[in-house]
């Protein structure tokens, strides 16, 4: 098979030898991607009806069905048009054919949805509001002009608001929410942008906001929709703090450039220093703030509209209590009607944060967010589209030109990262910090959104929902569950548990931390064997240490550990993860006792701590042996004197990264031995050495990364494995991965 025709036939897997003779020939094609929620039925219709192909579109528990008949020259040039100019968010990642006997059909027309067999459709994620609907949201006289809830095909809510596949509004929180003539004959027209958009609404029949105090009083009804923007605009610009129903769960909002209230809104929220995120009104807005490239620029405009971390503006209109300390802002435009309309009302950047308490999920309910915030928000911004799951701000940096993912959620999931090959139905379920859990099926393995830290009741309940939730909705029963090797995590622990429910039994499929993270970096990126650099906090190794500086040669199969930082002692095991000084007295230990004098971390520690500390060290009372980079930062952070504590994960490291003179060239050494261990005794006495003599903590920092760059090229060139994959928490570092 030769030209077009061939070239059609790869794509479907089946198009056969087309003939001179114009006969009528009827084609079945079922089409797997997004294909679901994003106007896709529609844009076929569009297409069929313009050729002149007769037959039926529908969706099914997969994807989209599409039954064409036509003669061969008509049928080649339709299935060519299935790959041209698909709607915004659509894709095709696989087309099969199936040949019919003719029958005849008329006209062609839009099915209703097909949920026979497992449900494998990849759901959209929920979409940032497109220009279309923005335009309608402002413009006199429209009958959608300051309505929060605007959608349409192209835009608005959808993993958020879906309760089953396929994808249609009888399975949506919008079921209850019966459209009125003028809506409903939008959602009928093929020609229409919100044909079948499930979440279509207007103020006549679609949900409304309310204003809700502290208590659950209502202060302005539901309808009084322009009133409560208005109102709930007033309590920020006079220095309150608004809890806001978004797209996936509450946010909190207050005015950013007034440090009172974000001082207010920390202590509230338990949140001492991590940086806070801002909503700006435009791209104009974030340059008022932060440095934007054209590649940032282009992120936060796109559908997924995720929160990204720009260098800021010297002169950014912000407090220093948004981010103190923080060369980087998080910045995110609006990503719903309903932001827009305050940003328009507001026109200043505001602290958007996730409405829960640090390490518990958002809020997506009324009575939750009633229960959880009550204490932290002065005014309750809601509305009465309930939200089937909860969502959170996606959070990505620009990274060596490229954006890097640094928190999946909103914008992104659930959607798939490709397999290379068919696997059973499989259940993954993530380790303790920054849990997310993932189902497999086929050639797909659907990620879930962040789910967070498993430290709180409230986190671990969503965890189990989350899992349940994707059972469900894939219908999958998992022959195996992957989990952690720990043997104490939540997420282990809960894997057993489930495992014991489920029948036939699953396997269980106990998985090495680290491993874990070269895997899922080479099936993000389509890849197979690599020499895995793994660098972060904590990780359960094979030998019962904790591991965390590693360099793994292997694939999704199996590794081998070639290389690891040098072991040192971990005194108070997790409590070390957030103070400092505890690493620093252990890396010290394991130098010469004439290299500790002068030290000024040994001279400002409490004489009785510095004795706890010693003491644990000497008998190995809860003190476990690591080889964890993340640690490693932490004690040189806390010698420099940069962070003796941090407050959340990584704080240390983020501060010892921002404190480096980005001019510094020289490097401290950091010697490979043949046993495969980076020896980091080298570098802390020059480092020491350094400090003694006043040299500049820029630079000091500056020779300390580039000792691990120059670390980890070393063990690159002694393993000579061309493939390289970097992963775990140290490398969202910069200055690591640019190097």
């Known amino acids: 098979m030769a030209g077009a025709a061939g070239h059609a036939a790869a794509r479907t897997g089946g198009y056969r030898q087309v003939s001179a003779v114009a006969e009528r020939r009827r084609v079945r094609l079922h089409v797997r991607g997004t294909v679901q929620g994003v106007g896709f039925r529609p844009f076929i219709y569009r297409i069929a009806h313009e050729l002149g192909v007769t037959g039926w579109v529908a969706n099914d528990s997969a994807g989209a069905v599409i039954d064409a008949e036509a003669d061969d020259a008509l049928l080649e040039r339709f299935i060519e048009r299935l790959h041209e100019a698909l709607p915004p968010h659509a894709s095709i990642t696989s087309i099969a054919a199936r040949w019919l006997d003719p029958d005849g059909r008329a006209g062609f027309e839009i099915r209703h949805s097909d949920d026979a067999g497992p449900p494998t459709a990849l759901v959209l994620p929920d979409v940032a509001t497109c220009d279309r609907c923005l335009i309608e949201l402002r413009r006199p006289g429209d009958r959608r002009r300051d309505y929060a809830f605007t959608n349409c095909t192209h835009c608005g809510p959808r993993f958020s608001i879906i309760q089953g596949l396929p994808y249609d509004r009888a399975r949506t929180t919008m079921a209850g929410f019966t459209l009125c003539p003028a809506c409903d004959v939008e959602y009928r027209d093929p020609v229409d942008r919100r044909f079948h958009a499930q979440p279509n609404a207007c103020p006549v029949c679609g949900p409304h906001l309310a204003v809700l105090d502290t208590l659950g009083t209502a202060l302005l009804e539901r309808g009084a929709d322009r009133e409560a923007v208005l109102a709930a605009g007033a309590a920020i610009a006079g220095g309150g703090i608004v809890a806001v129903k978004g797209i996936g769960g509450y946010l909190l909002l207050c005015d950013a450039g007034n440090s009172d209230v974000v001082e207010r809104l920390r202590a509230r929220k338990h949140r001492p220093t991590r940086p806070l995120a801002l909503l700006v009104r435009g791209i104009t807005g974030a340059r008022a703030v932060a440095q934007v490239t054209d590649e940032a620029a282009a992120l936060l405009l796109s559908p997924a509209a995720p929160i990204v971390l720009l260098p800021r503006r010297a002169d950014a209109p912000v407090a220093e209590a948004v981010a103190p300390g923080h060369p980087y802002l998080g910045v995110m435009l609006p990503c719903a009607p309903l932001l827009h309309l305050l940003m328009d009302v507001l026109q200043r950047p505001l602290v958007a944060t996730s409405g829960n308490l640090s390490e518990e999920p958002i809020c997506i309910t009324e009575a939750e967010a009633l229960d959880r915030l009550g204490g932290i928000a002065d005014l309750f911004l809601t509305h009465d589209r309930p939200i089937t799951r909860h969502v959170d701000d996606s959070v990505a940096v620009i990274l060596d030109g490229a954006p890097c993912l640094l928190r999946r959620?909103?914008?992104?999931?659930?959607?798939?990262?490709?397999?290379?090959?068919?696997?059973?139905?499989?259940?993954?379920?993530?380790?303790?910090?920054?849990?997310?859990?993932?189902?497999?099926?086929?050639?797909?393995?659907?990620?879930?959104?962040?789910?967070?830290?498993?430290?709180?009741?409230?986190?671990?309940?969503?965890?189990?929902?989350?899992?349940?939730?994707?059972?469900?909705?894939?219908?999958?029963?998992?022959?195996?569950?992957?989990?952690?090797?720990?043997?104490?995590?939540?997420?282990?622990?809960?894997?057993?548990?489930?495992?014991?429910?489920?029948?036939?039994?699953?396997?269980?499929?106990?998985?090495?931390?680290?491993?874990?993270?070269?895997?899922?970096?080479?099936?993000?990126?389509?890849?197979?064997?690599?020499?895995?650099?793994?660098?972060?906090?904590?990780?359960?190794?094979?030998?019962?240490?904790?591991?965390?500086?590693?360099?793994l040669l292997g694939d999704a199969h199996g590794y081998e550990r070639s290389a690891h930082l040098r072991p040192f002692l971990l005194p108070g095991g997790d409590a070390a993860t957030h103070e400092g000084d505890r690493v620093a007295l252990a890396l010290l230990a394991q130098l010469p006792e004439a290299s500790r004098?002068?030290?000024?971390?040994?001279?400002?520690?409490?004489?009785?701590?510095?004795?706890?500390?010693?003491?644990?060290?000497?008998t190995g009372t809860n003190t476990p042996r690591t080889s964890s980079m993340g640690r490693l930062f932490d004690g040189v952070a806390a010698l420099l004197g940069i962070a003796r504590e941090s407050t959340y994960e990584g704080e240390a490291a983020i501060r010892l990264e921002h404190a480096v003179d980005g001019t510094e060239r020289g490097a401290y050494g950091l010697p490979l031995h043949a046993e495969g261990q980076l020896d980091w005794r080298v570098l802390l006495l020059e480092l020491l050495d350094d400090r003694r003599r006043g040299t500049d903590v820029g630079k000091i920092a500056g020779r300390f990364h580039n000792a691990l760059v120059a670390g980890a090229i070393a063990v690159a060139e002694r393993v000579a494995e061309p493939r390289v994959a970097l992963s775990g928490g140290c490398f969202q570092n910069r200055i690591l991965v640019e190097r």
């Open 597 to 618: 004098r002068d030290v000024t971390l040994l001279r400002e520690l409490p004489a009785a701590r510095r004795r706890v500390l010693e003491r644990m060290l000497q």
């Open 409 to 551: 959620a909103r914008g992104y999931a659930p959607l798939p990262v490709p397999l290379p090959g068919p696997v059973p139905e499989l259940l993954a379920v993530g380790a303790h910090m920054k849990n997310a859990v993932a189902v497999a099926r086929g050639t797909d393995a659907f990620l879930s959104q962040h789910i967070g830290d498993l430290e709180t009741h409230a986190s671990q309940l969503a965890f189990t929902r989350v899992i349940d939730d994707l059972l469900a909705f894939y219908r999958i029963t998992p022959v195996a569950i992957a989990h952690d090797l720990h043997p104490d995590y939540i997420s282990t622990r809960y894997a057993r548990e489930l495992a014991g429910r489920i029948r036939p039994t699953p396997r269980l499929i106990a998985v090495q931390h680290h491993h874990a993270h070269l895997a899922a970096c080479l099936a993000e990126h389509g890849r197979g064997r690599a020499l895995g650099m793994i660098w972060d906090g904590t990780g359960y190794g094979p030998d019962g240490t904790v591991w965390g500086g590693e360099f």
